[in-house]
């Protein structure tokens, strides 16, 4: 065996760590330069992905802000359009108003059921022998003035029964959607088993296109028959989306919960003057029922106002300023939404 020396150990272990000393201390600024250089290295790498993923996210932002603007420059010049589109279609025209009843009244019919109304209120008063100017005047107001109050009346009517029944409608169109119909199949379904008269519109929009419409063009063509905002409102959803694309299900839902929203926002404004309302309309019947009261306990008091020169005077100034004040109430307590 050989034997073991523990001092040649020793030595030899201690030349190994010195040599590794030595070693160490003429290599550690080699190896702390690699180590910052790795570092920046790996600094560098990273700050170079942190700009891609800045740029990248700066480049989504862009690209959502320049999808914002279209869409936003598109709702401008569609509402141009259908403005101009307004204009053309002639909303104030009585044509248009007797096309809005829903009734299949022509003009000439309206003017011959006019004129019925005219001389049948005019056969009346002079049969009940009051004095011809007052008879005259009420033909005059019967032939003009009720024909076009009571189409006013049915327009309003209608454009309210419309405004109840629409959102159940674009409801019915999103579940439609949502189960894989088309949009036109969803509108021949409301044609066919919707409500009046939203069904009666949308008949006219599955003919329209029958005729060669787009689509856009058949819900903007709504606006002749019902000029409401709601409408508006749709008929932009329908442009845009043909546009620009997107979910359509969405894009109705959300206008059916707008629509429901402004019905609850109008109801609320409705009740809120109903009190404003009231208080109008007992200050302007007050004059006329205490001018009554005073007439039938003291004729002789009140009959100098139509009797005198001055009294006609009063009787005119006061009707204007009654006329003001109740014009001025109307607007206070009238809101549009």
């Known amino acids: ?118 001389l049948f209120s005019l056969l009346i008063a002079l049969l009940a022998d009051v004095p011809l100017l007052a008879a005259v005047g009420a033909g005059f107001a019967s032939a003009f003035g009720l024909p076009r109050w009571i189409i006013r009346f049915l327009v309003k009517r209608r454009q309210k029964q419309f405004l109840n029944e629409f959102p159940n409608a674009l409801d019915v169109m999103v579940r439609s959607i949502r189960s894989g119909l088309p949009l036109n199949d969803a509108m021949r379904l409301i044609a066919s088993d919707g409500q009046e008269p939203v069904k009666t519109e949308f008949k006219r929009v599955i003919e329209s296109q029958q005729v060669g419409l787009s689509v856009p063009e058949a819900c903007v063509r709504m606006m002749q028959t019902m000029p409401l905002p709601e409408v508006n409102f749709f008929s932009i959803v329908i442009t845009i989306q043909g546009q620009a694309g997107g979910n359509l299900s969405e894009a109705l839902g959300n206008l059916a919960k707008v629509l429901r929203e402004r019905k609850k926002m109008k109801a609320k404004v409705q009740a809120l003057s109903m009190e404003a309302k009231a208080s109008a309309v007992i200050i302007g019947a007050l004059p006329f029922i205490v001018a009554l009261l005073v007439y039938l306990t003291s004729p002789e008091y009140m009959t100098i106002l139509f009797t005198d020169p001055r009294g006609h005077m009063i009787m005119l100034f006061s009707g204007v300023w009654m006329s003001i004040g109740i014009f001025v109430m109307r607007n206070m307590i009238n809101f549009d939404i």
């Not at 001092?7 to 003429?26: D, G, H, P, W």
């Open 1 to 118: 065996m050989f034997g073991f020396d523990l001092n040649l150990v020793l030595i030899v272990a201690l030349a190994a760590v010195s040599a590794a000393a030595v070693c160490y201390a003429l290599l550690f600024s080699q190896i702390e330069t690699h180590k910052k250089t790795s570092a920046r290295i790996s600094r560098v790498k990273s700050a170079e992905s942190d700009l891609s993923k800045v740029k990248a996210a700066r480049d989504r932002v862009q690209e959502l802000s320049k999808r914002r603007k279209s869409v936003q420059d598109s709702l401008k010049d569609l509402e141009k359009k259908q403005q101009e589109r307004s204009r053309k279609m002639g909303d104030g025209s009585l044509k248009s108003r007797l096309a809005q009843t829903g009734l299949p009244l022509t003009l000439g019919r309206f003017y011959m059921l006019s004129g019925a109304f005219g």
